[in-house]
C-alpha cells in the first residue's frame, strides 16, 4: 500500500520528487551543535538558542546572518546553492561552525552563497494566493487511502 501511494504522488506531480529537508543546530552553552553539519541543496537549517544570551548565525563571508536569536528563540536559513560556508556568533566570535551543502545531483561545485529569502516551493492559486498542489496532493492520497480501506461486501456463496 504505502508503494502505491508514493508512486502515485509521484505520477500526481510529474515524476521524481526531491523533498527539502529541515536541520536542526542546537546553540547552548555558548557552542553550536553539531558544530558542522553537511545538507543537500534545498535544506533549511533552524538554529535554536537555549542560553540566557543572544546568539547570532553569521556566514564569515556575508552569505547569511541570522541576527539575533533571544533565548528560545530560533531562525532559518534555506541553503539554495552548494558550498561550505563557516560561520560564527557575531557577539562571540569564538562560537563557529560549518554548513557544507551537497549539489542536488551529486557532484558539482561550490557556487554563490545562499540567501535567507525563501523563493515560492508551489504554485499559488493567483485569485486566492494559496498553495494549490499540496491540498491536491493530500486530497489525491487520502481517497487512495480511503478506497483500500473501505471494507468491500462479499457475495454469498453458491
Not at 546572518?65 to 534555506?78: H, K, L, N
Not at 491536491?136 to 483500500?148: M, S
Request: net charge neutral.
Amino acid at each position: 500500500m504505502a508503494a502505491l501511494v508514493a508512486a502515485t504522488s509521484m505520477f500526481l506531480v510529474g515524476g521524481a520528487v526531491a523533498v527539502a529537508a529541515s536541520r536542526a543546530v542546537a546553540i547552548s552553552g555558548f557552542a553550536f551543535s553539531p558544530a558542522t553539519l553537511t545538507i543537500n541543496v534545498g535544506d533549511r537549517v533552524t538554529w535554536t538558542n537555549s542560553d540566557s544570551v543572544a546568539h547570532t548565525a553569521t556566514a564569515s563571508k556575508g552569505a547569511f546572518d541570522t541576527g539575533d536569536i533571544a533565548e528560545g528563540q530560533s531562525a532559518s536559513v534555506r541553503f539554495t546553492k552548494a558550498g561550505t560556508y563557516a560561520y560564527s556568533c557575531t557577539p562571540h566570535p569564538s562560537m563557529t561552525g560549518t554548513i557544507r551543502v551537497r549539489a542536488a545531483s551529486g557532484g558539482g561545485t561550490p557556487t554563490d552563497p545562499p540567501t535567507d529569502t525563501v523563493a515560492p516551493i508551489v504554485p499559488a492559486d493567483p485569485d486566492t494566493g494559496a498553495a494549490t498542489l499540496p491540498w491536491a496532493l493530500l486530497a489525491a492520497v487520502g481517497l487512495l487511502g480511503i478506497a483500500f480501506t473501505v471494507p468491500r461486501r462479499r457475495r454469498p456463496s453458491d
